[in-house]
């Protein structure tokens, strides 16, 4: 079955310490995306890939870094400087890299929480 | 300043009843118009596209408002397992990412 798979499904993270998040799709889609939402907040969006080698930041990037070396995986770092990490994180994909026209497919997301 | 704006709710209605939520975006040239659903803790999935001369899926209708910057979602006949978050979800131009409002949360019960 094609979609997006997203581990783990729970994750901690202790005090000045770098985590990475894994997503891979089997869907062969152009575009990526990782979300953060806070409880009771929707989502906001950190990074975006359209094509391989290439991303940009979205709305809260500061703290994160992602890297996109395959069309398949778009693994996500939160990084010591992000001071606030504890949220749920989702990873999405679209088909193609025409971002506002295209339906979004989610992985099952990530919870980190700081220790 | 790109805003999508819901109420968040929560809106709690018994079995049967016929509930309707509206979202308002800021941006009048917006093309693509979504309504995703969300149970906690869990990843969202797409309700309906919206389109301009609205549309309807079972219990579900969807309308869109150029004029007045809004779309709605209306639920008839509700059932327990519509119970969740919906999320309103908004173009604002052509290459850069969908924008997503806060979610209004639907509570149906027995």
């Known amino acids: 079955d094609g979609g997006i798979t997203q581990s783990p499904k729970y994750l901690f993270r202790k005090e000045g310490q770098n985590v990475t998040l894994s997503c891979e799709q089997n869907?062969?889609?152009?575009?990526m995306y990782w979300y953060r939402q806070d409880p009771g907040q929707g989502l906001r969006l950190i990074y975006y890939s359209q094509i391989v080698n290439d991303f940009q930041k979205g709305d809260i990037a500061e703290g994160y870094s992602v890297s996109r070396e395959k069309k398949e995986s778009f693994p996500l770092t939160v990084t010591s400087a992000q001071k606030n990490p504890t949220a749920f994180y989702l990873c999405?994909?679209?088909?193609?890299?025409?971002?506002?026209?295209?339906?979004?497919?989610f992985g099952s997301g990530t919870q980190l929480s700081v220790l | 300043r790109k805003e999508v704006e819901q109420d968040p709710g929560p809106f709690n209605v018994p079995e049967g009843a016929t509930v309707a939520f509206n979202c308002t975006y800021s941006?009048?040239?917006?093309?693509?118009f979504f309504w995703y659903r969300q149970d906690c803790r869990k990843e969202p999935k797409l309700l309906m596209s919206v389109y301009s001369s609205g549309n309807e899926d079972g219990r579900f209708t969807a309308q869109l408002n150029r004029a007045s910057q809004y779309i709605s979602l209306l639920i008839r006949d509700s059932k327990l397992s519509d119970s969740a978050t919906y999320l309103c979800v908004v173009s604002y131009s052509g290459n850069t990412p969908l924008v997503f409002g806060k979610g209004t949360r639907l509570s149906v019960i027995a």
């Open positions: 999405a994909s679209s088909p193609t890299g025409s971002l506002a026209a295209e339906k979004l497919f």
């Open positions: 869907l062969n889609h152009d575009a």
């Open positions: 941006n009048s040239a917006s093309q693509s």
